[in-house]
C-alpha cells in the first residue's frame, strides 16, 4: 500500500519525484524518501518520518540533485514508522530499491543473508530484497539479470524499483503482485504505483503485467515476461489531467469527492440508459454470450465495496429474482466453497488492485464459476484484465481515503448490472423502464442533498466529544448504515457500528445511554412502521436519535430526537441518496475533531497486500 516513483531523465529528477510522491501520498503516508544517483556517480539518499512535505524540507535545507533516481511514501506493514524503516534502502552504496508489497519468506532470507555478513539496518521484509540484487552483482551480473534472479527467490507480492552505481544508464523496474505503471516521455522515462503521480510530465503509460521486468534507460524501454522473452506492451493515453487530483476550492479531497458525485453518477450513467431501458452491450461485445445462462451472483469485495456488494443483493434477488451471495474477499480465498452451475463471480474494488480481491478472482477462475464480471474504477487495472467482463464506474480519481464518490457509482453500475441480468428473469419492461428514470433523476436529486451540509454541519456537533455510536437500517438501508458507521470510524475515530433495526433488543440495546448516539437512516418504504418501533425501543432507554428521513415518513424532531429530512426518492435508488448526508455527517464530525480528514492514521487508499 506505499508508493513508488522513479525517474531516468537528461534533468535533474528531484522535483518530479517529490511531486509524485505527494500525488501518491494517499496511497501510505508514515514515512517517505528519495534515492538518487548523483553526477559523480554515487547514491545519496535523503529519508524522513511522517509526511512528503518533511522530506521536502530536508531536501530544501540539504539539496542535492540527479538525473536519475528512485522515491517511496510508506504504509507499514514490517517494522514501525521511522526513518530506518523508510525506503529506498540501499545495500553497501551500491544499490537501492523501492518496494510495495510483502516478502513472505524474507525471515528465511535475512538470515541466510546475515551468514553472509550482510548487516541490516531496518525491520523491514524489504532490505532483504537490496542484499539480494547487491549479491547477484557481486557474481559479475548486469542490473537487469541480478534482479531477474533475484526475484525467482522472493515469495509474496512486489513492485520494485531499482538503481545501482554501476548501472548509472539504467532503472529496473519489476512487478508480481502490485501495480506499477511506466510513463513513457521524450527522451525520458519514469514508473509509479499510479498514473497519477506521473501526470505532470506525461500522459502516455505502459502497465506492467504480472511477472514483467523492464528495462529503463532514457530513450528505450524493454520489458521481459517472466519467462525472460522480450514483449510488447501497448501504450495507452490516459484521459486525466494534471490538475485532476487537486482539491481546488474544497477543504479536503473528501469533501471535493462528496460534491464531485453527481457528475460521477451522470459520467457513470452517460451513453450506458436510453429512454426505457439499459443499453445493450454496456459489459462489451460479449455480455450476451457470457450471461446467457446465468442464474446465481456470487460478490466479492472488502471494505466500502464490500457494502456495495450488501446492496446489490436486496436488488439481485430483490428486483431481478437471481440468488447472490456476498461474501469479504479475505474469508472468501481462505475457505472451501461450492460452485453453483451458471454462477457469475462479480469483483468489486475502486483500485482494481485490492489484494484479497485479485486474489479470490484468480481462485474463482480456477474453480470453474461460468463467468467472471469486476465493477472498478480504473481501466487498466489488474482486475479488468483478468475478469471476463467489465462495467466502469468513471467516478474519475479519489484520493480521499474513506471512499465516497467511489461507493455511489458502484452502487449506479450494480443497479446496472442488476437490470442488465434481471430482464433475463424478473424484471419487466415496465420495471426496468421505472428503475431506469430513476438513476436518470439521481444527479439532480444528490443535487439537492448536498443542499444540506449546513444542517448536517449543526448536526455534527452533538457528536464532536463523544466515543461511540450506533447506526441502524433496515432492509436495503442496513449496509447503508454499515457505510455511514464505517466512515464515521474511518476518519473522525470515534468507535460506530452498525446493526439492522430490528436486531436492536438481540443485545445491542444494552449500549443505548445519553451518551450512545444512535443514527438511523428512514426512507419512507415498507419497512417504515417497523423501523419507528424500533425508535421507540432507542427512545425508552434514554437513547440520543439523529434520524435520517424521508420528507414523508412522518418523523418529526424534539427533545431526544434529531432530524435530518431527506428529499423523497424513488426505494431503488434510495441508497444513493441516503449515503451522502452519513459522508457529510462523517465528513463534519471529523473537522471538528481535528483530524486528518484525508489521510487517516493507520489506512491507506488502495490496499494492494495482504
Known sequence: MCGIVGAIAQRNVTPILLEGLRRLEYRGYDSAGIALLTESGALDRRRTLGKVAELSKAIDSAPFTGLRGIAHTRWATHGLPSEQNAHPHICRQHVAVVHNGIIENHEELRRLQAARDHKFTSQTDTEVIVHQ??????????????????????????????????????????????????????????????????????????????????????????????????????????????????????????????????????????????????LPGILGPEEDALLADINEVQIIAC????????????????????????EVASEFRYR?????????????????????????????????????????NVPESSLVRESDLSLMTRAGPEIGVASTKAFTTQLVALLMLVTVIGRRHRIKPEREAAIVRAMTALPAQIESVLQLDDVITRTAEGFAELHHALFLGRGVQYPVAMEGALKLKEISYIHAEA????????????????????????????????????????RARGGRLYVFADDQSGIRPGGDITVVTVPTTDEVVSPMIYTVPLQLLAYHVAVLRGTDVDQPRNLAKSVTVE
Open 133 to 278: 540484487i547487491h549479491d547477484e552483482l557481486a557474481k559479475g551480473a548486469d542490473l537487469l539479470t541480478a534482479v531477474r534472479d533475484a526475484v525467482k527467490v522472493l515469495h509474496g507480492a512486489y513492485a520494485l524499483g531499482v538503481i545501482a552505481t554501476d548501472a548509472p544508464d539504467r532503472l529496473i523496474a519489476a512487478r508480481q503482485g502490485s501495480p506499477l505503471v511506466i510513463g513513457v516521455g521524450i527522451g525520458e522515462h519514469f514508473i509509479a504505483s499510479d498514473v497519477a503521480a506521473l501526470l505532470p510530465v506525461t500522459r502516455r503509460f505502459i502497465f506492467l503485467e504480472e511477472g514483467d521486468i523492464a528495462d529503463l534507460t532514457t530513450d528505450t524501454v524493454t520489458i521481459y515476461d517472466r519467462s525472460g522473452a522480450v514483449v510488447e506492451r501497448p501504450i495507452r493515453e490516459s484521459e486525466l489531467t494534471a490538475d485532476a487530483a487537486d482539491r481546488g476550492q474544497y477543504r479536503h479531497f473528501m469533501l471535493k469527492e462528496i460534491h464531485e458525485q453527481p457528475r460521477a453518477i451522470a459520467e457513470t450513467l452517460e451513453a450506458r440508459l436510453g429512454n426505457e431501458r439499459v
Open 303 to 326: 471494505g466500502t465495496s464490500y457494502h456495495a456488494g450488501l446492496v446489490a443483493k436486496y436488488w439481485f434477488e430483490g428486483i431481478a429474482g437471481v440468488r447472490c451471495n456476498v
Open 336 to 376: 472451501r466453497s461450492v460452485v453453483v452451475p451458471g454462477t457469475l463471480f462479480v469483483t468489486i474494488s475502486q483500485s482494481g488492485e485490492t489484494a484479497d480481491t485479485l486474489a479470490a478472482l484468480r481462485q474463482a477462475k480456477q474453480q470453474g464459476f461460468r463467468t467472471t464480471l469486476t465493477v472498478c
Open 499 to 538: 446493526y439492522p433495526a430490528g436486531e436492536l433488543k438481540h443485545g445491542p440495546l444494552a449500549l443505548v445511554d445519553a451518551d450512545m448516539p444512535v443514527v438511523t437512516v428512514a426512507p419512507n418504504d415498507e419497512l417504515l412502521e417497523k423501523l419507528k418501533s424500533n425508535l421507540e425501543e432507542v
